[in-house]
């Protein structure tokens, strides 16, 4: 398809366990980037990519979470020893060019439920 | 402590009639403000956006004013119509900054009644 794909679409987990949640951006677009979007609330940065490089990482909100995207495409969010917390959707996006005048195209989120 | 906020949880208008929603924002550093709608279980999606050296963007049905000296900014929706029934995210950048950060209210859902 064209737009940013995201999956699984669903994620229940107990807590402990890691999870890996995946993004395939449109194609040919440089930039990209994940959010987490809590019940109620609007999405919140987590890191963003340019190309193979993770240029900002500070929404991270510990060191359990982790990103990749090693061949400057598909991305992967990883959490580790899942805390009840991290139940929210987790939200990519990507953009052609850097800087906020390119808009930003979401994928359909994950919802990650943390049992 | 929210930088940007949408203060109106929800809102209900009639078909035909104007749609108005709100966004004030903290941060004076912030200078390009977007517009993103989302319906459920689905990703937000751009709509309008607004550069500070502007006070008002018009595509179409939608229109955004930004008053830089109250630090608010709303989006106008005329005619509305039920498919623009979702929720309505006002979004801010830093162009000095970090700016390919988006920072986010936490949206009004609009439902238009047929």
């Known amino acids: 398809g064209a737009g940013v794909s995201q999956s699984p679409r669903y994620k229940v987990a107990k807590r402990g366990q890691d999870v890996a949640l995946r993004c395939d951006p449109i194609?040919?677009?440089?930039?990209l980037f994940w959010y987490q979007q809590a019940l109620g609330q609007g999405p919140e940065f987590l890191t963003y990519f340019q190309n193979e490089a993770q240029l900002d990482k500070s929404g991270l909100p510990s060191d359990r979470f982790f990103a990749e995207r090693p061949e400057g495409s598909v991305s992967t969010l990883k959490i580790q020893r899942t805390q009840q917390e991290d139940s929210a959707v987790y939200l990519c996006?990507?953009?052609?060019?850097?800087?906020?005048?390119?808009?930003?195209?979401f994928g359909d989120g994950t919802r990650l439920s943390i049992l | 402590d929210q930088q940007v906020k949408q203060n109106s949880p929800s809102l209900s208008v009639q078909e035909g009639r104007i749609s108005i929603l709100n966004c004030d924002y903290t941060?004076?550093?912030?200078?390009?403000f977007l517009w993103y709608k989302k319906y459920p279980a689905e990703g937000p999606t751009f709509l309008i956006s607004i550069s500070s050296i502007k006070d008002k963007n018009e595509d179409g049905r939608f229109t955004v004013f930004l008053n830089k000296s109250a630090k608010h900014l709303s989006l106008h929706i005329v005619p509305s119509q039920p498919g623009d029934s979702a929720v309505y995210f006002c979004?801010?950048?830093?162009?000095?900054?970090?700016?390919?950060?988006?920072?986010f209210g936490k949206g009004t859902l609009l439902t238009v009644n047929p």
């Open positions: 194609s040919g677009h440089v930039s």
């Open positions: 979004a801010a950048s830093d162009s000095g900054g970090s700016n390919y950060k988006l920072t």
């Open positions: 941060n004076s550093m912030f200078d390009y």
């Open positions: 996006a990507s953009s052609l060019g850097q800087g906020a005048y390119q808009p930003q195209h």
